[in-house]
């Protein structure tokens, strides 16, 4: 299953420059999804870091898995469902930097879900730049209805 960027803003909340994800590559419900960020050097973040020499900031590496993540588990839910939902991180734990992510990379995000209670979830996500690990971490995300979130 292809899900080009257009479907994907049927299914997660993010916009650019926000939304991480250009396309998903293979999907196994409830268990798997496999995603692609295209880097590319017109990437807002790219202004400040650094000139020069470019680097994706690896906090923006975990949360393109995090969205990967989001994908695999919004499609546990009906589209009307979807909106009244926010996923939020809970935490981000083992997260590993490996290789830098620079423009022109191909960012192959792949995630497993490793569990999912009481809207609380559990993934592995590994990025990867060709056959090398770029990033790693698993992220626990917390599903919050929107009317129930405070500001």
Do not use: W
Request: charged share 25%; net charge positive.
């Amino acid at each position: 299953m292809v899900v080009e960027a257009r479907e994907l803003l049927n299914i997660l909340p993010h916009r650019y420059p926000f939304l991480l994800v250009d396309r998903v590559l293979e999907f196994k419900k409830a268990e798997r999804l496999v995603a692609l960020k295209n880097v590319t050097f017109n990437e807002p973040f790219f202004q400040g870091h650094f000139p020069g020499n470019p680097v994706m900031p690896g906090v923006l590496i975990i949360e393109a898995l995090a969205q990967a993540g989001g994908l695999l588990l919004m499609e546990e839910f009906t589209p009307e469902e979807r909106s009244n939902f926010l996923m939020l991180f809970g935490s981000i734990e083992k997260a590993r930097f490996k290789r830098p992510v620079t423009p022109g990379d191909a960012l192959i995000m792949e995630v497993q879900l490793l569990s999912f209670r009481r809207g609380v979830c559990k993934i592995q996500g590994v990025a990867r730049v060709g056959n090398e690990i770029a990033a790693e971490a698993t992220i626990v995300s917390v599903i919050k209805e929107k009317t129930k979130l405070s500001i």
